[in-house]
């Protein structure tokens, strides 16, 4: 997948977001592609945001928050 399409599906997860906050699968799959694209504290907070709406997805979540830290901790943040 090109990083243009991470863009564009960022785009339309902000979108639904807009339209519904409350939808926590749309803050994980936008978490997802901030992390493709090196963007690290976006990534977490959206993270934590899905978290915070459905906590029954903590083990996988904290996992991947755990991932993204580790990440943060290792690689220059991207503008």
Same mark, same amino acid.
């Given at each position: 997948?090109?990083?243009?399409?991470?863009?564009?599906?960022?785009?339309?997860?902000?979108?639904? $977001?807009?339209?519904?906050?409350?939808?926590?699968?749309?803050?994980?799959?936008?978490? $997802?592609?901030?992390?493709? $694209?090196?963007?690290?504290?976006?990534?977490?907070?959206?993270?934590?945001?899905?978290?915070?709406?459905?906590?029954? %997805?903590?083990?996988? %979540?904290?996992?991947?928050?755990?991932?993204?830290?580790?990440?943060?901790?290792?690689?220059?943040?991207?503008?």
């Amino acid at each position: 997948m090109a990083t243009g399409e991470f863009g564009g599906a960022i785009a339309d997860f902000t979108k639904a $977001l807009e339209i519904n906050p409350n939808r926590a699968e749309a803050y994980e799959n936008r978490g $997802l592609a901030f992390l493709v $694209l090196g963007k690290i504290a976006e990534s977490e907070r959206d993270f934590e945001r899905c978290l915070r709406l459905k906590p029954q %997805l903590e083990l996988d %979540l904290r996992q991947r928050i755990e991932l993204v830290k580790q990440m943060r901790d290792s690689v220059p943040q991207r503008q």
